[in-house]
């Protein structure tokens, strides 16, 4: 414990001092600081209780990170979440949520459902009663192998849920990966004093 608390005040000093230094320097810390913020990307993707989902359609696909310099010539560093219309869903996995009474929350599990900011944007929804949970799905007719068969496809868009456990643990996993980021920021700060 000790020692991470040394490592975070070292490369907290380092990066408080970023505006003061020589261009070398300033492209080292920020090099260090992209390269920590992946293993923070990584520390997020296996530290949580969310099942991922493959390709860049689930929460996980949105993870982010980024590190340069901004306008006023300080470090600008951050990781989080790309925007998305509609349902706060990495707010409600970090937090959790739960319904009013009577009400349910949508959570979009198809590609249009996503481009929508709510089931009453998508027309001829149907509620289907599952038997873990309801869905709202659209009815597509199709037809059978010979001409008078037709028959009904459900295509699922929402799941309807009373509650969201809290169990993204974003803050914790970033916390507790912070020592990470800061070995690689001072490896990078170390690496360029050597080369000066």
Do not use: C
């Amino acid at each position: 414990m000790g020692m991470d608390a040394t490592v975070t005040w070292e490369g907290q000093r380092v990066l408080n001092r970023f505006s003061k230094l020589e261009g070398v320097m300033q492209v080292a810390l920020v090099k260090g600081s992209r390269r920590g913020l992946l293993l923070l990307e990584d520390r997020v993707r296996t530290g949580t209780g969310i099942r991922a989902r493959s390709g860049a359609a689930g929460l996980m696909g949105r993870l982010t990170s980024f590190a340069g310099k901004d306008s006023s010539g300080e470090l600008d560093a951050a990781i989080g979440f790309r925007r998305t219309n509609g349902f706060p869903y990495e707010l409600s996995q970090e937090y959790g949520a739960k319904a009013k009474p009577g009400k349910a929350m949508a959570i979009p599990i198809s590609r249009e459902a996503r481009r929508v900011q709510s089931p009453r944007d998508m027309e001829d929804l149907v509620l289907i009663q599952g038997p873990s949970a309801a869905i709202l799905g659209e009815k597509k007719l199709t037809r059978g192998s010979n001409q008078h068969s037709e028959k009904f496809n459900l295509i699922p868009h929402f799941v309807l849920v009373k509650s969201i456990p809290a169990r993204l643990r974003f803050r914790e996993n970033v916390g507790r990966g912070l020592p990470l980021f800061f070995r690689e920021v001072i490896k990078e700060n170390d690496k360029a004093l050597e080369a000066l």
